[in-house]
T-cell receptor, first 114, second 112 residues
Framework: EDKVVQSPLSLVVHEGDTVTLNCSYE??????LLWYKQEKKAPTFLFML????IEKKSGRLSSILDKKELFSILNITATQTGDSAVYLC??????????????FGSGTQLTVLP | ETGVTQTPRHLVMGMTNKKSLKCEQH?????MYWYKQSAKKPLELMFV???????ENNSVPSRFSPECPNSSHLFLHLHTLQPEDSALYLC???????????FGSGTRLTVV
């Protein structure tokens, strides 16, 4: 059974701090690892990392994938109050057909104080 | 709006009621999904539809009944639910090679 474990479960920082969120996984026939940000309801897509793209960066956010050690980290530099959210990690296994099934972790609740 | 629209946003129902959740996507995606998100738990995949055909049912109780009449619409019919079914129900859609899913804003369901 595929498994995703995120740590820490919650994190409180002040504006300007740098945070690192962790995601470890076990999956049969790994296809990709995805990061999402969930503020109110709809999770919004941040990054997808695959064998061919093990490091991604967008503004203050960056993520790396270590396929050997089966983990990923999400870094946020110079945090802002708008970064407060639950950050979800998910892994996708290779499957037949076009449907894509993700296994999610429990998320990390990040709170950025002014 | 993300391109995936869910209605209603909130629903309170009794254990003997019958209600339906609706999801609609206009992204041209060919796969649609229902997820359940309970407090303090990971998102749980409930159903997968691929080109209108159900390809996955993750041991979901029969009181949840999905319907996918076409590739743009997905329903979740609810009947004789239990209080532990109270949760956020998220719909998502995806394309084969695209990055990730697109989620709807969800329906917050409370069973009383």
């Amino acid at each position: 059974e595929d498994k995703v474990v995120q740590s820490p479960l919650s994190l409180v920082v002040h504006e300007g701090d740098t945070v690192t969120l962790n995601c470890s996984y076990e999956v049969t026939n790994f296809r990709s690892l995805l990061w999402y940000k969930q503020e109110k309801k709809a999770p919004t897509f941040l990054f997808m990392l695959t064998s061919s793209g093990i490091e991604k960066k967008s503004g203050r956010l960056s993520s790396i994938l270590d396929k050997k050690e089966l983990f990923s980290i999400l870094n946020i530099t110079a945090t802002q109050t708008g970064d407060s959210a639950v950050y979800l990690c998910a892994v996708e296994a290779i499957s037949s057909g076009s449907a894509r099934q993700l296994t999610f972790g429990s998320g990390t609740q990040l709170t950025v104080l002014p | 709006e993300t391109g995936v629209t869910q209605t209603p946003r909130h629903l309170v129902m009794g254990m003997t009621n019958k209600k339906s959740l609706k999801c609609e996507q206009h992204l041209g995606h060919n796969a649609m999904y229902w997820y359940k998100q309970s407090a303090k738990k990971p998102l749980e995949l409930m159903f997968v539809y691929n080109f209108k055909e159900q390809t996955e049912n993750n041991s979901v109780p029969s009181r949840f009944s999905p319907e996918c009449p076409n590739s743009s619409h997905l329903f979740l019919h609810l009947h004789t639910l239990q209080p532990e079914d109270s949760a956020l129900y998220l719909c998502a859609s995806s394309e084969v090679a695209a990055d990730g899913y697109t989620f709807g804003s969800g329906t917050r369901l409370t069973v009383v």
